[in-house]
């Protein structure tokens, strides 16, 4: 924990291991969730890499603007939109999330997403370099160089800039 905040490196993965953000429009949607969210007060985000199968992001929440936690908001809000886009564009790729369960019909997260508390600047640094770095390696080969890849806040923190307004400097906390 900074200051009065509890930070976290959460990853969070597509159902199945489907890669549904191979498409920027799925990707964008991820933007525009946590953009939401922001400018509600109720989040706070300082790294992040969109994968095509997979979220990382380092985030905070505002406790004092929030009943829902942010996590739990930021899953509803991208699965409803997830399907409301796949109903009308990918009914094929749909029926991959197909989960027929009592409370809903498909999915598209799986459970228990991983959240690691960042408790210092050492580990925020260390989670920092692998979100950068993530799209570099072998199995994903996403871009030469870090700031390369669009989805990232790898710019941000190396040229400092916020292509999709959303962040905010951890070192500024």
């Known amino acids: 924990m900074f200051g009065d905040q509890n930070i976290y490196f959460t990853t969070a993965t597509i159902h199945k291991w489907l890669n549904l953000f191979e498409k ?7 933007i525009s969730s946590l953009r939401q969210l922001i400018q509600d007060e109720r989040l706070y985000v300082y ?10 992001i380092i985030w905070s929440e ?3 603007k929030t009943k829902e936690t942010v996590k739990a908001s930021f899953f509803k809000f991208t699965s409803k939109q997830f399907l ?20 809903r019909k498909y999915q598209f997260w799986q ?14 640094e260390q989670k920092l370099n692998y979100i950068h ?22 710019k941000f923190y190396e040229e400092g800039i916020d292509e999709f307004g959303i962040l905010t400097s951890y070192y500024l906390i």
């Open 24 to 30: 920027d429009k799925y990707k964008d949607v991820l």
């Open 47 to 56: 790294a992040f890499v969109v994968m095509p199968n997979h979220l990382h």
């Open 62 to 64: 505002n406790i004092r």
């Open 84 to 103: 409301k886009e796949l109903k009308q564009t990918n009914p094929v790729l749909l029926k991959k999330f197909y989960v027929d369960k009592n409370d």
């Open 111 to 124: 459970r228990g997403s991983l959240d690691i508390e960042i408790y210092s600047e050492k580990i925020f």
């Open 133 to 154: 770095n993530n799209p570099l390696q072998s199995k994903w080969n996403l871009a030469e160089r870090p700031v390369d890849y669009k989805y990232s806040s790898a």
